[in-house]
């Protein structure tokens, strides 16, 4: 398995910008399709993003589509989220995530899950 340590996470005002960092340790990151998933308070974790092993691959909640972009960079085995035009109700934890296969968006066929990183979004 691998150990992901999620950061970047904080307060920014509606309309702002924040960049969310995920680093994983381990010589077989490059083997992971890696996801985003945030959980707001009182809700269901949800699916925000994923990237395929190499990074020519991403999907996009439609909430975020747009908005939000994934980025990995294996030879640091460190995966990026992106974030502008940040909205209140992208207020969660955020959470990146590792699988063996690229495809899934169901938080169930991630394997390995990093401790998560807040975002507050104010209006």
């Known amino acids: 398995q691998v150990q992901l340590v999620e950061s970047g996470g904080g307060l920014v005002q509606a309309g702002g910008s924040l960049r969310l960092s995920c680093a994983a340790s381990?010589?077989?990151?490059?083997?992971?399709?890696m996801g985003w998933f945030r959980q707001a308070p009182g809700k269901e974790r949800e699916f925000v993003a994923d990237i395929s092993r190499g990074g020519g691959n991403t999907y996009y909640a439609d909430s975020v589509k747009g908005r939000f972009t994934a980025s990995r960079d294996n030879a640091k085995n460190t995966v990026y989220l992106q974030m502008n035009s940040l909205k209140p109700e992208d207020t969660a934890l955020y959470y990146c995530?590792?699988?063996?296969?690229?495809?899934?968006?169901?938080?169930?066929?991630?394997?390995?899950w990093g401790q998560g990183t807040q975002v507050t979004v104010s209006s």
């Open positions: 381990g010589r077989i990151f490059s083997t992971y399709a």
């Open positions: 995530a590792a699988s063996v296969n690229y495809g899934s968006r169901s938080p169930l066929d991630f394997r390995s």
